[in-house]
């Protein structure tokens, strides 16, 4: 019984913002499926996004098979009712954009390159779309909320949450290798590193007015077995010293009494104290979903032998 409570618990509570972002992505597989020619004009199609630049926006959107659809909405109303309580709709919405079109600038900027290395002309006309990125990119926020805690994966598999962005990306290159290249890989490996990118540098915090989690728990090194990281720290540093013009190290606060200030947001101690706040309300809002679906079902057995 008590499971049953659960379960139904599980089903409720998605927000409005998410359930509007399904209608959305509904739409667009509505609208390719009706008019097969609107697929030119929504997905990213490298040598036409020149004029078609919105095609960079509106490719995030567009799925363009059923399973994709299913899964897309699954994982935006389950994930999204965790992370938008915490980050705000404002910031949950832009997170949401600013991964998108950078998950697209990065695919069009590959499949040109692709098309002169190899001369292969799929990769400019192809047409490339889908929600994977975002949904990858919202797996790095789990990872940066709730990063120590143990999450059921397929009700079978005990993970901590710090892992699902690199399991779901080393799944995408296990399975590419029995699926077209050019379908999903690119968004899942873009959109994870662009959220990363965007929630380590980026991210203002309207309650402290600080960008950014510079932790050594959400180093982009932790996305790799142990083994892995002091070969993955230089070229993360290198990385972000190219995109952000800030590298890890950067990151930790300067001595004061040589009269340097940190930069913005670059407190590991203030950073820590966010996580555990976030932790904090996504504990007390799983909570209170179960304490609802609870009163839910007592209330419906007291009042069923009144009905009767």
């Keep these: 019984m008590e499971n049953a409570r659960v379960v139904s618990g599980s089903f409720t509570g998605f927000t409005k913002l998410c359930k509007g972002l399904a209608v959305v992505l509904v739409a667009g597989y509505g609208v390719q499926q009706i008019f097969p020619s609107a697929i030119s004009y929504l997905a990213l199609i490298p040598g036409r996004t020149i004029p078609f630049a919105w095609n960079l926006v509106t490719a995030g959107y567009v799925e363009q098979s059923i399973v994709g659809l299913i899964i897309s909405i699954i994982g935006l109303l389950f994930v999204g009712k965790l992370l938008e309580p915490i980050w705000g709709p404002r910031e949950f919405l832009k997170f949401i954009f600013v991964v998108n079109i950078l998950t697209s600038i990065c695919l069009f900027i590959t499949?040109?390159?692709?098309?002169?290395?190899?001369?292969?002309?799929?990769?400019?006309?192809?047409?490339?779309?889908g929600f994977q990125g975002i949904l990858s990119g919202f797996l790095v926020g789990i990872k940066q909320i709730m990063s120590d805690q143990e999450l059921s994966v397929f009700f079978l598999l005990k993970i901590k949450a710090k892992w699902l962005p690199s399991l779901l990306v080393l799944i995408s290159i296990v399975v590419s290798f029995f699926v077209e290249f050019s379908t999903y890989l690119p968004i899942v490996?873009?959109?994870?590193?662009?959220?990363?990118?965007?929630?380590?540098?980026?991210?203002?915090?309207?309650?402290?007015?600080?960008?950014?989690?510079?932790?050594?728990?959400?180093?982009?090194?932790?996305?790799?077995?142990?083994i892995l990281r002091p070969i993955i720290d230089p070229v993360a540093t290198i990385f972000g010293r190219l995109l952000c013009g800030r590298s890890d190290a950067s990151n930790e606060p300067k001595d004061p009494l040589l009269g340097l200030t940190p930069l913005p947001g670059s407190d590991p101690v203030e950073a820590s104290r966010r996580r555990e706040r976030g932790a904090r309300a996504l504990e007390e809002r799983l909570a209170a979903e179960k304490t609802a679906a609870?009163?839910?079902?007592?209330?419906?057995?007291?009042?069923?032998?009144?009905?009767?």
């Design 189 to 226: 490996i873009f959109g994870t590193y662009m959220s990363w990118l965007y929630l380590r540098y980026l991210q203002r915090k309207p309650e402290t007015g600080l960008k950014g989690d510079p932790s050594d728990e959400f180093a982009f090194a932790t996305f790799f077995p142990e």
């Design 294 to 308: 609870a009163q839910s079902s007592d209330t419906a057995q007291l009042s069923g032998p009144e009905n009767v």
């Design 111 to 129: 499949m040109i390159a692709l098309y002169y290395t190899t001369r292969e002309e799929s990769f400019l006309y192809n047409p490339v779309s």
